[in-house]
């Protein structure tokens, strides 16, 4: 019979840190509120959330890989708002994002998962944030739970 690895969807006991982009903070506010509010309502503690603000979505990789490399944390949550209306570099802001937070996890072997709002317009980047359309920043809190539970039960299998 084959055997399903999953993570079941409890915060208790892990360390989560929350890295924020400044830019955009109408929006990235609501997403760190988002994330801290679904891990704690999972059964998270509070005091176990380290909240860290860099400049912009551009400076997310690098605060995530110190923080993954201080030891402090189980998962990574990363919130921030990129909107294509208010920039000529949407697309190297957001690749450079993808490809580093990705990056962060497969080296430093922790979860990361993508909170950031990518929207056309401020319109849209508020539906994400909270709104009508979710609020990205939990979803990825979601996401971080479910894979440190999931590598907490891969460790049980024999
Ligand atoms: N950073 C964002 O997080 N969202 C944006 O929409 C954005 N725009 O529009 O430019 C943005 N730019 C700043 C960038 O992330 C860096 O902080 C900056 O270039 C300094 O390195």
């Known amino acids: 019979m084959a055997q399903v690895?999953?993570?079941?969807?409890?915060?208790?006991?892990?360390?989560?840190?929350?890295?924020?982009g400044r830019f955009n903070s109408f929006m990235t506010e609501h997403l760190v509120?988002?994330?801290?509010?679904?891990?704690?309502?999972?059964?998270?503690?509070?005091?176990h959330i380290s909240i860290m603000y860099v400049p912009g979505s551009f400076e997310i990789p690098l605060a995530c890989r110190k923080l993954a490399q201080s030891g402090t944390v189980d998962a990574?949550?990363?919130?921030?708002?990129?909107?294509?209306?208010?920039?000529?570099?949407?697309?190297l802001v957001c690749g450079q994002l993808a490809r580093g937070i990705s990056q962060v996890a497969l080296d430093e072997g922790l979860p990361v998962t993508f909170g950031v709002v990518t929207a056309e317009?401020?319109?849209?980047?508020?539906?994400?944030?909270?709104?009508?359309?979710?609020?990205?920043?939990?979803?990825?809190?979601?996401?971080?739970?479910?894979?440190v539970?999931?590598?907490k039960e891969m460790k049980k299998v024999k």
């Open 149 to 151: 539970n999931l590598f």
């Open 121 to 147: 317009n401020i319109e849209q980047a508020i539906e994400r944030s909270g709104s009508k359309a979710g609020n990205k920043g939990s979803e990825a809190a979601i996401a971080a739970i479910e894979m």
């Open 5 to 20: 690895i999953a993570g079941e969807l409890s915060a208790a006991g892990i360390r989560f840190g929350i890295v924020a």
């Open 76 to 91: 990574i949550v990363t919130v921030g708002a990129v909107i294509r209306g208010s920039t000529s570099h949407y697309e």
């Open 33 to 47: 509120a988002g994330a801290v509010d679904t891990i704690v309502r999972h059964g998270g503690n509070s005091d």
